[in-house]
């Protein structure tokens, strides 16, 4: 089965950085978007940043110009290098991606587990 991995959250203090990182794993045929998505405690899902199928990426304003956003694609692996970071940044992060794989025909929406980002004041 397609698993997405997260890892590298962690507390922080404001003005800190973090790199999260997400590993696809799996029989992968093609990914359509993979990105970040998070969600703070009381609000909804919102995406951060991702790569399109067009290979621009998309960020979310909020955090726009604070995070960067990298791939390797050899290891099926996307990065949300984040810094100045601000407590209003606080939320449980989540890799997302559009998969296809050899048992289905289409593109199926997967999400990782999530990873805690706490930033402290």
């Known amino acids: 089965q397609v698993q997405l991995v997260e890892s590298g959250g962690g507390l922080v203090q404001a003005g800190g950085s973090l790199r999260l990182s997400c590993a696809a794993s799996g029989n992968i045929v093609s990914i359509n978007r993979m990105g970040w998505y998070r969600q703070a405690l009381g609000k909804q899902r919102e995406l951060v940043a991702q790569f399109t199928l067009a290979d621009t990426i998309d960020y979310q304003d909020s955090v726009k110009g604070r995070i960067t956003i990298s791939r390797d694609n050899a290891k099926i692996t996307v990065y949300l290098q984040m810094s100045s970071l601000k407590p209003e940044d606080t939320a449980v992060y989540y890799c997302?991606?559009?998969?296809?794989?050899?048992?289905?025909?289409?593109?199926?929406?997967?999400w990782g587990q999530g990873t805690q980002v706490t930033v402290s004041s």
């Open positions: 997302h991606a559009y998969i296809r794989t050899p048992a289905r025909p289409l593109y199926s929406e997967y």
